[in-house]
């Protein structure tokens, strides 16, 4: 039921997103750039959403994401570095540059990880982005130092009114990257459980690890080349479907590609209606809403906690303490 109405919410999307723009809708405009750009906006939101859920079953934590790893961080600079150096790339050379990129910047942050003596749920996202930030200001000083901070900036900010017919087609690769997660949903949902745990259950720790780094890295150096940035959806996106669904990733990795396709297309469809004709790059949008729901995810964690001991000093303590 549930996936069902999420292929009707993105159908909808899809067909209110292909209508708006400033051009005129004709028959050249229509498949030159609407349907290129919505179909870019459904495997970059799908293929995303899906990496923050591998990246929360492998680190086993709900507030983890590859933006809040170092791992976009990580592929900016990897791309800067392209720029400073062989500029001429072509696109796919380019994707594979970031993917190594954001490879590391994962393998970086999973390593200060294990070292990480607490695993508290907000201590772990805290230590990845003063990782991320770190790799974003040694980023940002080489570009400013070059002059190549606004060509950085076009590939930190996520912005799909750039995406052209010929110019997309290689987030079919990243979405079928993501696609892996799924055939191999069942090992990462048993990792997810610890590695002692998995390990006893037979199951081959280091090669999970190895798929899923890959998987992120590859989905994330794509994404960086062909839209930029996408804040907080690898975040949101899971942590919503576990609490309609629980954590079985067979269950949720469909659910998660349309919550994050959905989300990319309202996303989208807000940032160029809201000042028509002109537009907000995709990623304001998403970051003032991810941000929100973040915010709101780690108040929601930490309430229970907090209440709990003002719950033991409700009505019938009070009455005892009263008797006493």
């Given at each position: 039921?549930?996936?069902?109405?999420?292929?009707?919410?993105?159908?909808?999307?899809?067909?209110?997103?292909?209508?708006?723009?400033?051009a005129?809708?004709?028959?050249?405009i229509?498949?030159?750039?609407?349907?290129?750009?919505?179909?870019?906006?459904?495997?970059?939101?799908?293929?995303?959403?899906?990496?923050?859920?591998?990246?929360q079953?492998?680190?086993?934590?709900?507030?983890?994401?590859?933006?809040?790893?170092?791992?976009?961080?990580?592929?900016?600079?990897?791309?800067?570095?392209?720029?400073l150096?062989?500029?001429?790339?072509?696109?796919?050379?380019?994707?594979?540059?970031?993917?190594v990129?954001?490879?590391?910047?994962?393998?970086?942050?999973?390593?200060?990880?294990?070292?990480?003596?607490?695993?508290?749920?907000?201590?772990?996202p805290v230590?990845?982005?003063?990782y991320?930030?770190?790799?974003g200001?040694?980023t940002?000083?080489?570009?400013?130092?070059?002059?190549?901070?606004?060509?950085?900036?076009?590939?930190?900010?996520?912005?799909?009114?750039?995406?052209?017919?010929?110019?997309?087609?290689?987030?079919?690769?990243?979405?079928?990257?993501?696609a892996?997660?799924?055939?191999?949903?069942?090992?990462?949902?048993l990792?997810?459980l610890?590695?002692d745990?998995?390990?006893?259950?037979?199951l081959?720790?280091?090669?999970?690890?190895?798929?899923?780094?890959?998987?992120?890295?590859?989905?994330?150096?794509?994404?960086?080349?062909?839209?930029?940035?996408?804040?907080?959806?690898?975040?949101?996106?899971?942590?919503?479907v576990?609490?309609?669904?629980?954590?079985?990733?067979?269950?949720?990795v469909?659910?998660?590609?349309?919550?994050g396709?959905?989300l990319?297309?309202?996303?989208?469809i807000?940032?160029?209606?809201?000042?028509?004709?002109?537009?907000?790059?995709?990623?304001?949008?998403?970051?003032v809403?991810?941000?929100?729901?973040?915010?709101?995810?780690?108040l929601?964690?930490?309430?229970?906690?907090d209440?709990?001991?003002?719950r033991?000093?409700?009505?019938?303590?009070?009455?005892?303490?009263?008797?006493?």
């Amino acid at each position: 039921m549930l996936i069902v109405a999420g292929v009707v919410c993105v159908a909808a999307l899809a067909t209110v997103s292909l209508f708006v723009g400033v051009a005129e809708l004709d028959a050249f405009i229509l498949f030159a750039s609407r349907v290129p750009r919505t179909v870019a906006l459904i495997l970059a939101g799908a293929a995303f959403a899906i990496t923050g859920l591998i990246m929360q079953l492998l680190t086993r934590n709900r507030f983890v994401e590859p933006g809040t790893t170092g791992a976009t961080d990580a592929a900016s600079l990897a791309l800067l570095a392209v720029l400073l150096t062989t500029p001429g790339l072509p696109l796919w050379a380019k994707a594979v540059v970031a993917s190594v990129g954001a490879l590391a910047g994962v393998a970086g942050f999973l390593a200060l990880v294990r070292r990480i003596p607490s695993r508290s749920s907000v201590l772990v996202p805290v230590v990845g982005l003063l990782y991320g930030a770190v790799i974003g200001a040694v980023t940002t000083f080489i570009a400013y130092r070059t002059d190549a901070l606004q060509e950085l900036l076009s590939w930190g900010v996520g912005d799909f009114s750039t995406v052209l017919r010929g110019r997309y087609e290689i987030l079919f690769l990243a979405a079928a990257a993501a696609a892996i997660a799924w055939f191999a949903a069942d090992r990462f949902t048993l990792a997810g459980l610890g590695e002692d745990t998995a390990r006893g259950l037979g199951l081959h720790t280091r090669g999970v690890l190895a798929l899923g780094v890959g998987i992120i890295a590859v989905v994330t150096g794509i994404l960086m080349v062909v839209t930029g940035a996408l804040p907080f959806l690898g975040l949101i996106a899971p942590n919503i479907v576990s609490r309609l669904i629980g954590d079985n990733m067979r269950r949720a990795v469909p659910l998660v590609a349309l919550l994050g396709a959905a989300l990319v297309l309202l996303c989208d469809i807000i940032g160029r209606v809201v000042r028509f004709p002109y537009e907000l790059p995709i990623s304001v949008v998403m970051g003032v809403v991810g941000g929100v729901v973040f915010l709101w995810m780690l108040l929601g964690t930490a309430r229970p906690a907090d209440t709990a001991g003002t719950r033991r000093r409700t009505p019938a303590r009070r009455r005892r303490e009263v008797v006493r």
